[in-house]
């Protein structure tokens, strides 16, 4: 008996290779137009998101959103990262950094879960800091964070190290214990 697909509204490969590796239950990539609210709260975003992916796929479904909170910004720019890195990339990061004696930051991954009667929230959170320089091949901010448990940012790394401690396994791995509670994957 063939398991049924867990829908994931992305338009990024790499999530959903990440997430497929971490779940390891069939994943089927959604790649559709959703409106993104503009707030820092990374939950009040992704519900939002999910309830419209829902609505448009109606099929049980799955979004996911990150934040970048910065410890000397007081958590921004948070859910905002896209855009900073958008506009000027991981060297103008560091170069806003560059002036404050404090570079952690939290990254979080929010996955936002549509059953098809109510939505779930799973997050994630590493704690880290801002590296002087990128370092490694990776995407996102990858090359310019540094986890405080370890000498290498996450573009450094393999991506099986890093799909082992990133705020998005961690979050992945809530998801993956629901999946496995209800009983409809067997993840």
């Known amino acids: 008996m ?7 509204a992305t338009s990024n490969k790499q999530k959903v290779a990440e997430a497929q590796a971490i779940l390891q239950v069939p994943i089927e990539e959604v790649s559709l137009e959703l409106d993104e609210i503009q707030s820092l709260d990374l939950e009040q975003i992704v519900r939002h998101k999910v309830q419209q992916a829902f609505e448009k796929v109606k099929e049980p479904v799955f979004v996911d959103d990150v934040g970048f909170d910065v410890s000397a910004w007081n958590g921004f720019p948070g859910p905002f990262i896209k855009f900073l ?4 990339g991981n060297e103008m990061l560091i170069k806003m950094i560059s002036s404050f004696p404090d570079k952690k930051v ?13 939505i779930h929230v799973f997050q994630g959170f590493v704690e880290g800091e801002i590296v002087d320089k990128p370092r490694g091949e990776g995407w996102g901010f990858e090359p310019i964070f540094k986890p405080l448990d370890s000498d290498m940012t996450w573009a450094e790394m393999s991506e099986d190290m890093k799909n082992k401690m990133s705020h998005r396994f961690r979050a992945l791995e809530k998801f993956k214990e629901y999946l496995r509670s209800t009983g409809a994957y067997s993840a």
Do not use: R
């Open 85 to 88: 890195l958008d506009a000027g």
């Open 106 to 118: 939290t990254t979080v991954c929010s996955i936002a879960f549509h059953d098809g009667e109510q």
């Open 2 to 8: 063939s398991m049924k697909p867990l829908y994931f």
